[in-house]
């Protein structure tokens, strides 16, 4: 009699067992379909992470990730009406600027950057260039450098910016006009594109983000915190810099004005697979999974973050911001 009871019980045990087997399996699987994303060119390696391990988690979604600059990727959207759920900008208001409110309600200010100056040991004058005579160094007729358009990435418009506030800085009159005029022909759609240009020795240095740098193991020079746009304490002066680019609709234009890098993330309104979409942006903005991530691409957290937009948020996405 002993014997059967626990026979029973052994077997009411294992029939449990697989039964919340399978609901783990289907609550794991229950997201699917195709996710897409566009998403600078900055975020490359951090998302590409990401992805590999929510996929792990729902390994039904098939993620159809764009890169490409910024405005670019808005236009994409505004221009081309190509489908999109998720938009990932480095500069969040390419965000409000371009897709509030027709495309998007909502923007989550989540990760910051710096510019620096990216070289390898070819680099003419490698071994002279510092934080306080790059600018010297980068105008010899001699010396070559690459810089994305402005009008398509916001890397593009922030070496402007810094050739301005370095023009402030230290008082080198004409200083931004030089430099946006010198080497004009290796300007490039996106940050990324100029890398491989430099590992060819076609040019010797690049304006990029640091976070690009470190994430492919290139030298790189960090630029003074008056000039950067890392520091929030110098916004003040971040914002006497401004740079013109097209605006949203074709022939219109619009003005950058200089600010501390913020990077921004959206669902958009019209998303194909909103349920994924939302899934994905809970797992990319916590502290533990995707931020995670990002931190350890060079790309710390601003998680949470004042949103304007705060009471459009998803109510599940609100934690990662604050409001007003």
Excluded at 38 to 49: D, E, I, T, Y
Excluded at 238 to 267: D, L
């Amino acid at each position: 009699m002993t014997t059967k009871l626990l026979f029973f019980t052994t077997l009411v045990l294992l029939l449990i067992g697989c039964s919340n087997t399978n609901k783990k399996s289907s609550s794991t699987n229950e997201l699917n379909g195709d996710l897409i994303i566009f998403h600078a060119g900055s975020l490359a390696v951090p998302f590409k992470q990401a992805v590999a391990e929510f996929n792990k988690l729902h390994p039904q979604v098939n993620f159809l990730l764009e890169s490409s600059g910024s405005v670019k990727c808005a236009r994409k959207i505004t221009d081309l009406n190509k489908p999109c759920d998720i938009m990932a900008s480095a500069d969040y208001t390419v965000i409000d600027d371009m897709l509030i409110p027709e495309y998007t309600k909502w923007n989550i200010k989540f990760a910051s950057n710096e510019m620096c100056i990216v070289y390898h040991e070819a680099s003419k004058y490698s071994n002279e260039i510092t934080s306080d005579n790059w600018h010297e160094i980068l105008m010899k007729e001699d010396v070559i450098y690459g810089r994305s358009d402005p009008n398509s990435d916001p890397c593009g418009y922030r070496a402007i910016l810094v050739s301005q506030l370095t023009e402030a800085h230290y008082n080198i009159k004409d200083f931004s006009k030089k430099m946006i005029t010198k080497d004009a022909k290796y300007v490039r759609p996106k940050e990324t594109d100029l890398l491989a240009l430099l590992e060819t020795s076609t040019i010797d240095y690049i304006f990029l983000y640091r976070s690009v740098a470190q994430q492919h193991g290139l030298s790189y020079l960090e630029l003074p915190n008056e000039v950067n746009l890392k520091k929030t304490e110098y916004a003040e002066f971040y914002r006497t810099s401004a740079v013109e680019i097209n605006g949203k609709k074709p022939g219109e234009k619009t003005t950058k004005i200089g600010e501390p890098m913020v990077y921004g993330f959206t669902v958009l309104n019209q998303a194909p697979n909103p349920t994924a979409a939302i899934e994905f942006a809970k797992f990319m903005l916590s502290k533990e999974n995707g931020m995670a991530i990002m931190e350890k691409n060079g790309q710390p957290s601003m998680i949470p973050s004042v949103s304007s937009t705060f009471s459009n948020i998803p109510e599940e996405l609100k934690q990662f911001a604050k409001s007003n």
